[in-house]
């Protein structure tokens, strides 16, 4: 079972979608407060499951309505994937593979890890000023 890993950057707070196996399989964005990274995590644990599949690396591909995760070539040549929210906002992005395949079942693995992961939370405890 997968597992969102909500972590303190040093601007802010994100998160990680955990496979079963340890491996990252999706990443947000820098969110300023936590408890926005918990909406997004929210966001991602309702919309992937349902969400519509657009392979922009197919010719002449048909674009999908949102919510959808968007399967693209990179700069680099890699294969990357971004769930959208209904609203068109990117929620998460998936690392760069070698193969378009490798990147579905990233994907899929996505679809099937988001909607009942748990949330752990790595977070720094703020140290309160002394009181005189």
């Not at 601007?11 to 300023?32: C, D, M, R, W």
């Not at 998936?94 to 378009?100: N, R, T």
Request: aromatic share 8%; glycine share 8%.
């Amino acid at each position: 079972m997968g597992k969102f890993v909500l972590s303190q950057t040093s601007n802010g707070y994100k998160f990680n979608l955990v496979a079963g196996n340890g491996e990252v399989i999706a990443t947000s964005q820098v969110y300023k407060s936590a408890a926005t990274a918990k909406k997004g995590i929210a966001s991602v644990a309702a919309t992937a499951p349902v969400a519509n599949i657009e392979n922009q690396t197919e010719k002449d591909f048909k674009a999908a309505v949102n919510p959808k995760f968007e399967v693209y070539k990179d700069k680099k040549g890699e294969f990357r994937f971004r769930l959208k929210a209904k609203n068109g906002q990117i929620i998460a992005t998936g690392e760069g593979y070698s193969k378009v395949d490798s990147c579905l079942k990233g994907v899929a693995s996505v679809q099937k890890n988001a909607k009942e992961a748990k949330v752990e939370a790595k977070l720094e405890a703020k140290t309160e000023a002394k009181k005189k």
